[in-house]
């Protein structure tokens, strides 16, 4: 910050300070010219043509140096056929005018004066009663000028100069002073560290107020995360300590159905891995930001995926098309899969899918009816345990509604299961937490 305003005042004071330069300059060039041209004007009006055809002042110059010596301020009158007439300041030098009857002024640099240069003002013209064309010039040395010039460069850099170191402390100060909430944030980030806290509870400026609430929603996320994850893992190790004890025990009393047992046993403990999985993989994609899903392609692809498998099952659609939820499209489909495929194996022949997302509502509900036997009420809360299965006599793990329930619940939403008045069988409402709308 303090490389780009130090740049950035370099750049405006230099252009700045050219400008004014090259204007200041021009200005007095201008009235250095303006005088030399009063002068011209001056001289001219005060000479007349005498009897012998010279010319001759009828007053005198008004300006003192034209009678001194090498003064640095010259007249000079030139005519065809007459002698030169020069100021007593030019002594015994002359003025090489430049030109030829030129009847408008002119003004010029000239260097004809070794270590003097010059500034030349000029004009021709025809006075009564002559008919020569006499030239007047007058001539100023532009040490004065150059010397006024070098005054009004000198202040102007230096009153830049100035200002610069003015406006890059102002700047160093600027930046340290309004960068001062950060500092403030990385000392309370090293107390918090120091002492074992878990938020930031220093007091700060408002400026900084809304990162430290993200710091903090930050800390509070990961330290739910470690908890989840620590809860997992305790949850895993709790479900793969009874069957490891049962098959050490088998193991030690050298148990002739050792193998049965370990079939069995280990089947278990798969069940178990793998609805911890699926738990920690919803958490881990919730984590990477705002999870958006919509329903109904996730459900169209679903329900092809399931009619092959089930080919003689009646699949039927409906509700809102346009239903966005917030959940990764991952664990909307597994979800779904899980539902669609318990109803459909489960059912008898019938599965009718509803997707219901009134405009305004936060939450989307999702219902999976179908035609079988349902689940008496009594065991509906028991269904959701993993490994819990009420028809034993159909392949399954008995984890799928667990899953269900689990991954939703990470996500804010959740599941329950009823009787569908319409088809008679088992009615699941799943709701979730409905996303809002894009901005265009």
């Known amino acids: 910050m303090m490389l780009i305003a130090f740049g950035w005042i370099a750049i405006l004071l230099l252009g700045g300070g050219f400008a004014l330069d090259r204007t200041m300059t021009n200005l007095v060039q201008k009235n250095y010219d ?39 301020l010259y007249w000079q009158i030139t005519g065809a056929g007459h002698e030169d007439y020069p100021s007593r300041s030019l002594w015994d030098r002359s003025l090489a005018v430049q030109g030829d009857g030129d009847p408008d002024m002119r003004i010029y640099e000239s260097d004809q004066f070794p270590g003097e240069p010059l500034r030349v003002a000029q004009r021709s013209t025809t006075l009564p009663g002559s008919d020569t064309v006499w030239t007047f ?10 010397s ?16 610069g170191l003015g406006l890059f402390g102002m700047a160093m100060l600027q930046t340290w002073y309004g960068l001062g909430p950060l500092r403030g944030v990385r000392r309370a980030l090293q107390r918090m560290r120091a002492s074992g806290h878990n938020r930031v509870t ?6 900084v107020q809304p990162l430290v609430e993200e710091l903090n929603g930050l800390l509070a996320h990961s330290e739910r995360q470690a908890e989840e994850a620590r809860t997992h893992a ?11 004890t049962v098959l050490t025990n088998a193991a030690t009393a050298h148990d002739p159905q050792l193998s049965d047992l370990v079939c069995r046993e280990t089947k278990t403990m798969q069940r178990h891995v793998e609805h911890h999985l699926a738990r920690a993989r919803a958490v881990g994609r919730r984590a990477t930001g705002h999870s958006r899903a919509e329903v109904w392609p996730s459900v169209e ?3 092809r995926a399931v009619t092959r498998i089930y080919e003689d099952t009646r699949f039927d659609l409906d509700g809102n098309s346009a239903a966005i939820v917030s959940i990764e499209r991952q664990d909307l489909d597994e979800i779904l899969g899980n539902l669609i495929e318990n109803a459909a194996k489960y059912g008898g022949g019938s599965v ?23 689940i008496p009420e009594a065991d509906r809360i028991r269904i959701f345990d993993r490994g819990a299965r009420l028809d034993t006599g159909k392949p399954g793990t008995g984890l799928g509604l667990a899953i269900v329930r689990d991954v939703a619940e990470i996500y804010g939403g959740d599941v329950s299961l009823g009787e569908s008045e319409d088809l008679g069988g088992l009615l699941v409402r799943l709701s979730l937490p409905r996303a809002g709308q894009p901005a265009l």
């Not at 010039?149 to 100069?161: G, K, Q």
């Not at 220093?202 to 400026?207: G, I, R, S, T, V």
Request: net charge negative; proline share 6%.
């Open 301 to 303: 692809a679903v329900l």
């Open 34 to 72: 303006d005088q030399l041209s009063y002068m011209l004007t001056a001289m001219i009006t005060s000479v007349e043509i005498g009897a012998d055809g010279e010319v001759l002042f009828i007053r005198p110059m008004g300006d003192q140096r034209f009678m001194e010596p090498d003064s640095g």
């Open 148 to 163: 006024q010039l070098t005054r009004i460069r000198s202040i102007l850099y230096w009153s830049f100069a100035v200002l």
């Open 202 to 207: 220093d007091p700060l400026p408002l400026e």
């Open 234 to 244: 305790g949850n895993l190790a709790h479900a793969l300590k009874t069957p490891l």
């Open 137 to 146: 010039a007058v001539a100023a040395s532009q040490e004065e000028m150059d």
């Open 352 to 374: 009718f899918v509803t997707v219901d997302a009134e405009p305004g509502s936060d939450r989307c509900v999702i219902w999976v009816e179908d035609d079988g036997m349902g």
